[in-house]
């Protein structure tokens, strides 16, 4: 017995759905570090993603795994309670709504990844086509930032995010020059003023 079927897991796709004990953010962001672990090229960073849903989801008591469905892989996510030794125990299953399944392929996908790099890499374009290259090789360090971590728009950064990309992304992995360094925090202002948004914390 699997954790769950499509007639009895809790989609998180239906509007208005509760997903029984797993909050809606920690079921997106469950999703949204998923299709990173499977995107990106890095296997560290393939790694860590996984490694940051697992913790996300033992905070309340539950865990994860992928099913092939017909050929497409489906994200499951279940009370730990249900697993032992690796294997689910159908006699710990309560109650399969508990259970959330989130379809990783097809046409039911809710986001467009490749759009979303695609907005945050044209960003980047204008910005550079504006302001010059320094700005520009800002702001496309700030896509690769955006891509790599969080598959989202620039404009949906917190301010959390965009210091963790000023702290730490752009110092150890953009290998900015000396120019870049000097002017990051204008490039910032720039990439903001560029789509029309304040600059998250400001």
């Known amino acids: 017995m699997s954790e769950s079927n499509g007639s009895e897991s809790t989609d998180a796709r239906d509007d208005g759905a509760d997903s029984a004990e797993l909050p809606a953010d920690v079921v997106e962001e469950a999703e949204r ?12 960073e393939a790694t860590a993603h996984a490694k940051r849903r697992e913790e996300l989801l033992d905070n309340h008591g539950f865990t994860s795994r992928i099913r092939d469905d017909d050929g497409d ?10 697993i032992e030794d690796g294997l689910v125990r159908t006699d ?9 399944e989130i379809p990783l392929e097809g046409t039911g996908d809710p986001d467009d990844w490749n759009e979303v790099d695609a907005h945050n890499r044209e960003i980047a374009t204008v910005v550079r086509e504006r302001h010059g290259g ?3 090789d800002n702001a496309a360090a700030l896509a690769d930032f955006v891509g790599n971590h969080y598959a989202k728009s620039i ?13 730490e992304y752009f110092v150890r992995n953009a290998w900015p020059s000396k120019k870049q360094r000097t002017v990051i925090d204008e490039s910032i202002e720039l990439i903001y003023e560029t789509v029309g ?6």
């Open 197 to 202: 948004e304040a600059v998250p914390g400001e």
């Open 92 to 100: 710990r299953v309560e109650d399969t709504s508990r259970a959330v």
């Open 33 to 44: 570090l998923t299709r990173l672990e499977r995107t990106v090229a890095d296997d560290n």
């Open 73 to 82: 892989d489906v994200l499951v996510c279940h009370p730990a309670a249900w």
């Open 155 to 167: 404009e949906s950064l917190t301010a959390e995010e965009l210091a963790e990309f000023r702290t």
């Open 134 to 136: 320094v700005h520009g």
